[in-house]
C-alpha cells in the first residue's frame, strides 16, 4: 500500500498561506504533509517566511485551543497556594494594579489577619504565629503586633527554649 505524501510544503505560496495567513504551526503542516517539522522549518528558511517568536508561537495557541494554557489545566496547579523559601503559605490574590494581569502571590497569614481585622494591615503591623509554627493561620494563632515587640516575642521564646532544652540562658 502507497502512503500518499503531501509535497505543497515545497511550494512558497502554499507554505505562506499555511503559516501567516492561516497561522498553523509547522507541526500542523508537517502533519498535513505527512513530513517532520524541521522540514517544513527548512522551507520556511528557505523561502524567507518569517518564523514566529516564542510570544506569537504562545499567541496563536491560545487563540487556537483556549483553555489549555490555563492555571487549572496545568499538570503543576495546586490551587493557588505554595510555600514562599520562608516557609510561609502563600496565597494567589487578585490584586488590581500590578503587571501580572492582576494576580500575586500573599502571604496566607496577612490574609487571615486582614479579614479578622476587617481592613489592610497599616505600615509597621506585624503578623506573628503564636506556636512558632509558620503554617498554621487560625485565627487563634495569629497576633498583630509592632515589630518591636514581635524581637521582643522572638528573643523571649529563644531563651525559653534554651532554657528548657539545655538548662541555662
Not at 505560496?13 to 500542523?28: I, P
Not at 503542516?29 to 516564542?54: M, V
Not at 503578623?127 to 523571649?156: A, E, M, P, T
Amino acid at each position: 500500500m502507497k502512503i500518499f505524501l503531501n509535497k505543497n510544503y515545497k511550494d512558497k505560496d502554499y507554505l505562506y498561506k499555511r503559516y501567516v495567513l492561516d497561522e498553523y504551526s509547522t507541526r500542523m503542516i508537517a502533519e498535513d504533509c505527512g513530513f517532520a517539522y524541521s522540514t517544513i522549518w527548512r522551507y520556511l528558511n528557505l523561502f524567507g517566511i518569517k518564523r514566529r517568536n516564542f510570544s506569537e508561537a504562545n499567541r496563536i495557541i491560545r487563540k487556537t485551543w483556549p483553555g489549555i494554557y490555563s492555571r487549572e489545566n496545568h499538570p503543576r496547579w495546586k490551587g493557588g497556594k505554595t510555600i514562599s523559601s520562608g516557609g510561609y503559605l502563600l496565597q494567589l490574590k487578585q490584586e488590581p494594579g500590578n503587571n501580572l494581569g492582576g494576580l500575586r502571590y500573599t502571604a496566607e497569614h496577612i490574609l487571615v489577619a486582614e479579614k479578622a481585622l476587617g481592613r489592610k494591615m497599616k505600615l509597621g503591623e506585624i503578623v506573628h504565629h503564636i506556636n512558632g509554627n509558620k503554617q498554621d493561620n487560625r485565627n487563634r494563632n495569629l497576633l498583630i503586633c509592632s515589630q518591636s515587640y514581635h524581637n521582643f516575642l522572638g528573643k523571649k521564646m529563644a531563651d525559653l527554649y534554651q532554657k528548657e532544652h539545655f538548662g541555662y540562658l
